[in-house]
């Protein structure tokens, strides 16, 4: 089958039909999205970094210790995608992170991923020559708390080769309900 595509070469002649032909395939493209991210979970296992497990283990872990933990859906999907950013931007791998899931989650979860780096380095940046109480740049901020539980139960803990992990299609239902077309519809452009 012919793939139809739009007739402009800069946007600035488009027309109204060509985006009604690009909303169309834009449907499908943002209703994969859990798919796409799940594949880049998947990437994850292929490097350890030196820690002593691979970052997807490391990432299911804080997952898992969060749904075992009683937290929600929501919640419990940024545990398992904190550190998605790993492999393709590592210096600033919890801004990727919450970038992806900015339109998706509440501002808490988002700030609580954003920032969660700083605040994981309350647990070693003095072994690196930084300073352990960075986080406290944040101290008073509505989310301080909950973004340093974050890291203390689940993140921190989570480098155990022991530890009995759910598996990354346990979590896939709910990466596909909260990453869902439906849900950033209903969150509207502004999310």
């Given at each position: 089958m012919k793939q139809v595509h739009a007739s402009f070469r800069a946007l600035a002649d488009s027309t109204a039909s060509d985006w009604e032909l690009l909303t169309k395939a834009f449907v499908p493209f943002l209703n994969d999205l859990p798919n796409r991210i799940l594949s880049q979970m998947g990437e994850l296992a292929h490097d350890h970094g030196g820690f002593p497990v691979n970052r997807l283990e490391h990432c299911l872990q804080t997952a898992t210790r969060a749904y075992q933990g009683g937290q929600d859906e929501e919640y419990v999907v940024c545990a398992l995608l904190h550190d998605i950013g790993d492999i393709l931007a590592p210096a600033t791998h919890a801004d990727l992170a919450a970038t992806i899931l900015k339109p998706y989650v509440s501002p808490?979860?988002?700030?609580?991923?954003?920032?969660?780096?700083?605040?994981?380095g309350y647990y070693f940046f003095h072994h690196i020559?930084?300073?352990?109480?960075?986080?406290?740049?944040?101290?008073g901020h509505q989310w301080f708390e909950r973004t340093a539980e974050f890291c203390e139960k689940y993140?921190?803990?989570?480098?155990?080769?022991?530890?009995?992990?759910?598996?990354?299609?346990?979590?896939a239902p709910m990466?596909?309900?909260?990453?869902?077309?439906?849900?950033?519809?209903?969150?509207?452009p502004e999310a």
């Open positions: 808490e979860n988002h700030w609580m991923v954003e920032k969660h780096g700083i605040f994981q020559g930084l300073d352990r109480n960075m986080r406290d740049q944040f101290r993140d921190q803990p989570s480098f155990d080769p022991e530890f009995d992990s759910m598996s990354l299609e346990d979590f990466v596909c309900r909260v990453l869902s077309a439906d849900r950033l519809m209903a969150k509207g």
